[in-house]
């Protein structure tokens, strides 16, 4: 398909010269004056290059092109000037409002030349705006690759009925805590939380109930770690597991125990309880400064133990692995 070029120009014999000059090479359109080219850009457009005589009556050359400039900005636009007009051209080609200016009267080969030359920088425009909407879809996919892979990740160490922290997670991040205390000789401790009669609860509540008391209670035990380091995970069923960093086994009592008061002053109602009527934990902590030889089985064993001591001791209760 031919290029498409439009010539305005007020004399009709220049305009039927272009047609007769350039009608085997592109497929030419021509209006009489500024506001008829504006219009036949409107209803046939968009044309590769505008050309425009620069002394036209009512709307001048200038005014006409920076008119295309905003209607149809990858249009390259030229202009034909008398000699007088030569200043007041380039001062138009370094505003960015005409790509290039001829003198009249122009010879025809200089002129579809220019022309050619019009062309190929309209490709280039459009090679530009191609090449940007690839970047910037090239932009998008990699922000919502990106976006994907976060989210899997967070799949992937996020339990997915309380939103925190999975049993994979847990088991990655002890590991490397237990190592990076071992460097710096700093006790570690591990909380293990049970709910109290927590089969009881779903026996009573029903599943959906037992899964919305996980999670208020997931988030209440949440809430009261939140230093940098601490990290709490769904270990299993009705048990959740809290690694603490840098506190000796007083300190991790406390916070134990200031834990399970939380759980206990959410006030969830469970009329089957042995020890409460609203849901309680179990609490068991252990704390140790590690060494190279220390192991994760090793600190869990001796939580659980703890743990087992607090459902031994009448449930509802912190007991820690040296009592």
Known sequence: MSEKILFVDDEPNVLNAYKRQFRKQFLIITASSGREGLEVIEKEGPFSVVVADMQMPKMDGITFL?????????????????????????????????????????PSELLGKTLESALEQNKLIHAREALAENEKKLREANEKLAQANQDLEQLARNDGLTGIYNRRHFDETLQAELHRHARIEQPLSLILADIDFFKLYNDQYGHQGGDDCLKQVAKTINKNFNRAGDMVARYGGEEFAIIVPNLNAEL????????????????????????????????????????????????????????????????????????
């Not at 209607?71 to 007009?85: E, F, H, I, Q, W």
């Not at 609490?283 to 703890?306: F, H, Y």
Request: glycine share 4%; charged share 25%; net charge positive.
């Open 252 to 323: 991790a009592y406390n916070v134990a125990d200031r834990m399970r008061q939380a759980v206990e002053s959410k006030a969830l109602p469970h009329s089957q309880s042995k020890v409460s009527d609203v849901v309680t934990l179990s609490v068991g902590v252990s704390t140790i400064i590690p060494n190279k030889t220390s192991s994760p089985e090793e600190l869990i064993k001796q939580a659980d133990k703890a743990l087992y001591l607090a459902k031994s001791k009448g449930r509802n209760n912190v007991k820690c692995d040296t009592e």
């Open 66 to 106: 920076k008119k295309v400039q905003q209607k149809a900005p990858n249009s390259v636009r030229l202009m034909l000037t008398g000699n007088a007009d030569q200043q007041t051209a380039i001062e138009a080609v370094n505003e960015g409002n005409v790509f290039r200016f001829l003198t009249k009267p122009c």
